[in-house]
């Protein structure tokens, strides 16, 4: 590849710092010289025209759809399903009378997403493909392409691929919204410019991170992610980071799943990280947090400016609620790549994982 690390000792740390940038080139190329939404209106009339979309993805991708999910019907108020691919021709679900599939996919080679969009096409259902490499097969095959602008993505963890899913998702659920004559008052251009700004402002705290995956993670076996509503789909995201470069065994929760049998598993000790971006869960989760604390947890808050409190492991800068998970997964992106660090793992090639799965 000609891809190079430049100073960086890996892809991984290169790629996490690349997000900024990453995120301003989404907001050039999704605009119009009238500061419209840029995007081809067949996209447009797909979205507008469909009466239920069907994410179909896998790994990182797939907790890039379940936000995804949340904007398009919070904003565009359009129902949405996400369904892991591997596992879609088996729960098939019923199809509403207007499906739009939507193809989440880094590469664009993903073969257990491939399969169901092979399947979905011969149904006669419109697809777009949402990658970051036109010209995949993914986006060969699907009607629509919508690019991510990420440039390429060497180290197997995906990073910026995921930040740049949600961003895209975001401004076409705005798009959607718009087209439908829905009122707004989000822009989503100026809001992705204040995560932008945030994230820079993250990636330049990496001492304070890199100092956090010391602590709670030096030689831990677990670690549990928890968090409430959109939290807890970044959670998800942050444990699969962690688990698939340090191998430590990390899962992601919801705060109140707890009781329901993970909090059998803490132990004096267990590192749980806790995420508090959203003011309407901001008590409860911290009342998870007391719980797992009771049982000899070592917990770390990362919390979001005005909802923070004493005591709090990490506090991100402030962002609109809906764009939160673009900036709260980078502390966990640099915490599981310290800690992969410290564990001497190949970050950029973690044993056993390839960066496209094209097998199914
Ligand atoms: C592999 C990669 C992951 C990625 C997943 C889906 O497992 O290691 O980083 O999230 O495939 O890949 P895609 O290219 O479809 O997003």
Sequence with gaps: TDIEKGTYPHFMLKEIDEQPFVIRKIIQKYQNENDEIKLEPEIREAMKNCDRIYIIAAGTSYHAGLLGKQFIEKLANIPVEVHVASEFSYNMPLL??????????????????????VQTKKLGH???????????????????TMHLHAGPEIAVASTKAYTAQMAVLAI????????????LDFDPMQELGIVATAMEALTDQKEELEQLAREYLPT??????????IDFYVGLEGSLKLKEISYIQAEGFAGGEL??????????GTPVVALATQASVNYSI?????????????????SMKGLEKDGDAFILPHVHDLLTPLVS?????????????????DVDKPRNLAKSVTVE
């Design 96 to 117: 509403s009378e207007k499906p739009l599939f939507v193809y989440i996919s880094q590469s664009g080679e993903t073969a257990d997403s491939r399969s169901v969009l």
């Design 126 to 144: 419109p697809a777009l493909t949402v990658t970051n490499v036109p010209g995949s097969t993914l986006s060969r095959e699907a009607d629509y």
């Design 172 to 183: 076409l659920a705005v798009d959607t919204a718009r087209a439908k004559g829905i009122e």
């Design 220 to 229: 831990t076996r677990n670690c549990f992610f928890i968090g409430r509503g």
């Design 259 to 268: 009781k329901h049998g993970t909090i059998a598993l803490i132990e004096e």
């Design 286 to 302: 911290r009342g998870n947090v007391q719980e797992v604390e009771a049982r000899g947890a070592n917990s770390m808050i990362i």
């Design 329 to 345: 997964v980078v502390p966990l992106q640099l915490i599981s790549y310290y800690a992969a660090l410290h564990r001497d793992c």
